[in-house]
């Protein structure tokens, strides 16, 4: 799987907008991004992902770069439940694997 | 929808003994995935399976062992349990369909919290 890095904490201030970074340099053009979170004591959940064209759906939008090597997930508004680990995620739809890395933790101070 | 449930929650295990860890589906998915997590750290792949009777190795499979004899099941067996193994294992699972057309959401269970002494 091609590999993603993501920085390994960010801080935000609720109700402001959140930027959180995803670096995918060698991605090749099957490969879908995608993004989960995973809520304290949970288990991961998906948020978004997308191919060449930026998302935008209920939880988040998905800005994609021109290049596809990188890529940001923005919450709009921050809330104190968005506070999670947040992972970027490449998938090839040839294959069946799905591994996360390490993700970004994200803190959100009221 | 029930969607993915792990039993049991919580286990602790005794240096070599076994045990399995359940894991079922009723979205009728073909997809499905063992992971473990240690603490602050992400998750790591175990096995996973592409339909009854498929299954493969992941990233971590060592000391494990899996099997997938109906859609709906997908249990995670440890045979001679290792202080290593201590973690918070989570299945999830998710559609061929849905995977063939760019979507890979996963959907997972809420956990089996592991302790190996």
């Known amino acids: 799987d091609a590999k993603t890095t993501q920085p390994n904490s960010m801080e935000s201030n609720e109700e402001e907008p959140v930027h959180l970074p995803c670096n995918h340099s060698t991605i090749s053009g099957t490969d879908y991004i995608h993004w989960y979170r995973q809520l304290p004591s949970q288990g991961p959940e998906y948020v978004i992902h997308g191919l060449t064209s930026n998302v935008n759906n209920r939880m988040a939008s998905l800005a994609i770069a021109e290049d596809r090597k990188s890529s940001t997930l923005i919450l709009h508004r921050a809330t104190l439940r968005d506070a999670a680990v947040y992972y970027c995620?490449?998938?090839?739809?040839?294959?069946?694997?799905?591994?996360f890395g390490e993700g970004t933790q994200l803190t959100v101070n009221p | 929808n029930a969607g993915v449930t792990q039993t049991p929650k919580f286990r602790i295990l005794k240096i070599g003994q076994s045990m399995t860890l359940q894991c079922a589906q009723d979205?009728?998915?073909?997809?499905m995935y063992w992971y473990r997590q240690d603490p602050g750290m992400g998750l790591k792949l175990i096995y996973y399976?592409?339909?009854?009777?498929?299954?493969d190795k992941g990233e971590v499979p060592n000391g494990y062992n899996v099997s997938r004899s109906t859609t709906e099941d997908f249990p995670l067996r440890l045979e001679l349990a290792a202080p290593s193994q201590t973690s918070v294992y989570f299945c999830a699972s998710s559609s061929i369909h849905a995977w063939l057309r760019g979507n890979t959401e996963a959907f997972f269970g809420q956990g089996t919290r592991l302790t190996v002494v």
């Open positions: 979205m009728n998915h073909n997809y």
């Open positions: 995620i490449l998938r090839d739809t040839s294959g069946s694997r799905l591994t």
């Open positions: 399976s592409v339909g009854a009777g498929i299954t």
